[in-house]
T-cell receptor
Framework: DSGVTQTPKHLITATGQRVTLRCSPR?????VYWYQQSLDQGLQFLIQ???????AKGNILERFSAQQFPDLHSELNLSSLELGDSALYFC?????????????FGSGTQLSVL | DQQVKQNSPSLSVQEGRISILNCDYT??????FLWYKKYPAEGPTFLIS?????DKNEDGRFTVFLNKSAKHLSLHIVPSQPGDSAVYFC????????????FGRGTSLIVHP
């Protein structure tokens, strides 16, 4: 158990809909990362938050947004969903940010857009 | 643009033998490299890392080798065990990108008893 909790584990929805994925980081971790794993793709970095503030953006679509709340949990909002958004979405957390920082991953949310 | 490449989607090895997983990168700015292991229905877990100032790092049965001139790293598992069967992700990071890991597509390792 990594200590990172992601809910829900599975989500099935239709094109055009909006969903929210939730992540609770490990106790004490200030940094939260969101990654997307599509079929045949590696883990694609989407966005990072540190102590409530956005720190870095990766290949995140404009239809997607995220935030980190004062209690440090984070939510990833996906809107106007398309079939291609079907993927496994991982949240990870770390204490700080640096070369030696290990990321601790949750078990992911499997999103299926039908 | 795949900056971290794992060209072998899968690898099959006999228990007790050596497993060698390879990874290539294209961005010379990367200065820290990591391997993560992922079991089905779980998130990736950190396995081992290496800084660009080193060419080898060992942790028990796991050794990572880095060849900077070739922009290549490899993970050696000796001896391989059935419990090592998992997907292995290579990742690279740099100060310029705030040490946020860029991952490869993964290699699925199957260790046969």
């Amino acid at each position: 158990d990594s200590g990172v909790t992601q809910t829900p584990k599975h989500l099935i929805t239709a094109t055009g809909q909006r969903v929210t994925l939730r992540c609770s980081p490990r106790s004490g971790d200030l940094s939260v990362y969101w990654y997307q794993q599509s079929l045949d793709q590696g883990l694609q970095f989407l966005i990072q938050y540190y102590n409530g503030e956005e720190r870095a953006k990766g290949n995140i679509l404009e239809r997607f947004s995220a935030q980190q709340f004062p209690d440090l949990h984070s939510e990833l909002n996906l809107s106007s969903l398309e079939l291609g958004d079907s993927a496994l979405y991982f949240c990870a957390s770390s204490v700080e940010q640096g070369a030696n920082e290990k990321l601790f991953f949750g078990s992911g949310t499997q999103l299926s857009v039908l | 643009d795949q900056q971290v490449k794992q060209n072998s989607p899968s690898l099959s090895v006999q228990e007790g033998r050596i497993s060698i997983l390879n990874c290539d990168y294209t961005n010379s700015m990367f200065d820290y490299f990591l391997w993560y292991k992922k079991y089905p229905a779980e998130g990736p877990t950190f396995l081992i890392s290496i800084s660009s100032i080193k060419d080898k790092n060992e942790d028990g049965r796991f050794t990572v080798f880095l060849n900077k001139s070739a922009k290549h790293l490899s993970l050696h598992i000796v001896p391989s065990q059935p419990g090592d069967s998992a997907v292995y992700f290579c990742a690279a990071s740099s100060l310029r990108r705030s040490y946020i890991p860029t991952f490869g597509r993964g290699t699925s390792l199957i260790v046969h008893p």
